[in-house]
């Protein structure tokens, strides 16, 4: 499994609750990423081994950096946000993530950015390549927070405004906004109606961008859904992974043989009932990449050559990839032999 380790060359505070760290490899090389994608940090603590991803919120080209917001209780993120230092290094399974944008220079679309929270982080940079890369494009952020100190990125926003002018729509909704007078605005089924509505004259291509916490994301995309818009013009990058549902019940439950190709090695292994490919991988000491473990970041896919894969929950995999026959294998069981490559 290929790693990279990075230096925290710096720190840098955002409001009260965040900050944001700026990477550097040893040799000062960039690896390729594309904007949106994420880094799942392998971390070290008290004999454990942590996984966790944070979205970068540089763009393409830039030295890399990504923001972590501290969660209450949080293992990882309080260390990151609060204890962390410059010097200190990190070891990351190389950029992943299917959050991203495909740009067609000649296209005049109109793309909703709808977050809230940390949501920003990797929207950030899509947003900077849709409006360099796009010049008949319109992006419109919706970005619900707390106050104002814990709007992430204000600046980089003002600037982009003040940069691209009516083509790029920012939209802050404040649930506890500071001042006398300030209204609370939180974002619920009926305004994401009428912000969209007042948005889209239903003239040319829409699409959806959608990262935020789990309830915030269902209610966004039933709003959707009920609009008409189809699954296929709505993005999700889920930030934390419901419970993984366990292996369903009616699955095959006989032992399957795995080939893997890994890296350029050939790899054996056998999956029992109710290990998914995952765990039974790790129990034979073969090293994969994964990370939230429960269907909803895509590092774990991999591409099943021969045979059938059962998934119990798949929150990232589109109906195009699925044909051509990527799977999770942190949620998926084999229901035949398989021969998987990476
Ligand atoms: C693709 C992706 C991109 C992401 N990008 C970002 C990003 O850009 N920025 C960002 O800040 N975050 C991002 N995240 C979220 C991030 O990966 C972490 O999930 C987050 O930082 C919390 O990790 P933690 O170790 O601090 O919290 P954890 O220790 O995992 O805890 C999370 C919560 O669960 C609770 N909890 C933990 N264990 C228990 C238990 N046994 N019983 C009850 N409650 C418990 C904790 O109290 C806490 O509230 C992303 C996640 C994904 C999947
Ligand atoms: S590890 Fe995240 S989808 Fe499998």
Redesign the pocket.
Known sequence: METLAFQVKSKIREGPEAATLLLETADGSIPAYKAGQ?LTLIISKGGRE?R????ICSSPGQPLA????R????????WLVDEILPGQWLNSLPPA?KFILETRPKDSRLIFFIVAG?GI??VVPLLRQLLAEEPRSRAVLIYQNRDQDHILFNESLLDMEARWGSRLQRIILLSRPMGKGNIPHRLTNLLLEQLIRSQDNGMGETLFYLCGPAGFMRMCQFTLSMMGYAPTQIRK?????PLAPGAPSDIDRTPRNITLFLQGQTRQLVCSYPDTILQAARRQHILLPY??GGG??SSCMVKCLEGRVRMSINEVLGPAEIREGWVLTCVGYPQTDLVLRY
Do not use: D, H, K, W
Not at 66 to 69: A, Q
Not at 71 to 78: A, D, H, L, T
Not at 237 to 241: D, G, H, L, Y
């Open positions: 994420f942590l966790r991803s944070y979205s990504i923001t972590v917001r969660v209450v209780n949080g293992e990882v993120s309080r993530g940390s982080v990797p990058e889920f930030f934390s992974a990370s939230c909803v970041c």
